[in-house]
């Protein structure tokens, strides 16, 4: 199994940014997808997350407003539009895959099975 997230990068603040995450070697379509951050000193939080019928996303505090989770079950691919950005915003993304149901679980990390390498998010003031 491998998640591949892409599409990090420099970016002002007020500014957007696609991330993109593309898996192989699972079922996509039975998975729920999230994503989470880290910052340099931090704990991984939950960014967003979305169960495998992709009926429903799911925001953390810091993501509600201002990003979107979707995905493509066609491409085995998990996105993450972020709007807005700010500074606090710079992190290391991550994608992830859980083969749970329900959605109540999403934003804990124990939960997922498969991560992805990450992708750095730098945004300046």
């Known amino acids: 199994v491998q998640l591949q997230a892409f599409g990090g990068g420099l970016v002002q603040a007020g500014g957007s940014l696609r991330l993109s995450c593309v898996t192989s070697?699972?079922?996509?379509?039975?998975?729920?997808m999230g994503w989470f951050r880290q910052a340099p000193g931090k704990e991984r939080e939950f960014v967003a997350g979305?169960?495998?019928?992709?009926?429903?996303?799911y925001y953390g505090d810091s993501a509600k407003g201002r990003f979107t989770i979707s995905r493509d079950d066609a491409k085995n691919t998990v996105y993450l539009q972020m709007n807005s950005l700010k500074p606090e915003d710079t992190a290391v993304y991550y994608c992830?895959?859980?083969?749970?149901?329900?959605?109540?679980?999403?934003?804990?990390?124990?939960?997922?099975?498969?991560w992805g390498q990450g992708t750095q998010v730098t945004v300046s003031s």
């Open positions: 992830a895959a859980s083969p749970h149901r329900g959605s109540s679980w999403l934003s804990l990390r124990r939960e997922y099975l498969y």
């Open positions: 070697g699972l079922t996509f379509s039975s998975y729920a």
């Open positions: 979305i169960i495998w019928s992709g009926t429903t996303p």
